[in-house]
């Protein structure tokens, strides 16, 4: 199984996850221009996709919808607009040809908000987002994957600094709004474990957070705990270049 992170942030997010027989996209919400080259970056085509599975229904989310096949498409009750898409339910998986996704719940100002933890071939990958806490609920599901794809949203003090308004940084803040820094680490403490391998701190905020100074607050984080944060190979995805993981031959 491996991950091609293709954008990842406040103007839009696709993520590919696959294998050598299965192509799944998360969230839709950049322009088919890009789609089309981030998948060219792993040799695939816009027809290999065998499904879509959306998070939420923010338009960094679901805006680039119009460009995919409805019968590909896959969220909970609410999320997509379309009848002719597929319905999913909280902690029930699906089999995508060989891959199997669960939706797993998540605290966001949205209509029926998931992350999805994904399998194959004994390999594991759980991907979470846009979410203002992390729920202990999910650790059954989502405990030890091999990938670990976290939201790492804000640095609290860089984004009271913005001159954005007050409520809106309540907004972010909130249990239903986005992780920062230091709680985003803490949840992945909770998370990862003897299989873990990747980490990927997703959905930078480019005005309230840097890569630095997340990577940072996860390293003083991991030591506070008594995590050896070299351990892990911990990168940051970004907005406008693509990041590629996980292990493309497993299979």
């Not at 981030?38 to 229904?57: Q, S, V």
């Not at 002719?84 to 939706?103: A, G, R, Y």
């Amino acid at each position: 199984m491996y991950f091609h992170i293709i954008a990842s942030g406040s103007k839009g997010n696709a993520t590919i996850v696959a294998n050598n027989n299965t192509r799944i996209l998360i969230d839709m919400g950049i322009s088919l221009c890009r789609l089309e080259e981030g998948l060219a970056e792993i040799n695939l085509k816009l027809d290999d996709i065998d499904a879509a599975f959306f998070t939420h229904n923010h338009t960094d989310h679901i805006g680039g919808i119009k460009f995919l096949s409805p019968k590909k498409m896959y969220a909970l009750e609410g999320t997509l607009p379309t009848s002719l898409s597929n319905v999913v339910e909280l902690n029930i998986p699906v089999m995508i040809k060989d891959i199997e996704v669960t939706p797993f719940k998540t605290s966001h100002d949205a209509t029926n908000p998931c992350g999805y933890l994904f399998k194959s071939n004994g390999k594991s990958l759980v991907y979470m987002t846009d979410t203002g806490v992390f729920l202990d609920e999910n650790l059954p599901l989502i405990q030890n994957p091999d990938y670990l794809i976290i939201e790492s949203n804000h640095d609290i003090s860089m984004l009271l600094k913005t001159n954005r308004p007050f409520e809106l940084k309540e907004r972010i803040m909130s249990d239903h709004g986005h992780l920062c820094n230091e709680d985003s680490a803490i949840a992945a403490i909770s998370i990862i474990g003897d299989n873990t391998k990747e980490i990927v701190l997703a959905h930078i905020s480019e005005e309230a957070n840097t890569p630095e100074v997340a990577i940072e607050a996860w390293k003083r984080i991991f030591a506070h705990f008594g995590k050896r944060f070299d351990k892990y190979n911990i990168r940051v995805a970004n907005q406008w270049t693509s990041l590629t993981g996980g292990q493309r031959d497993d299979n």
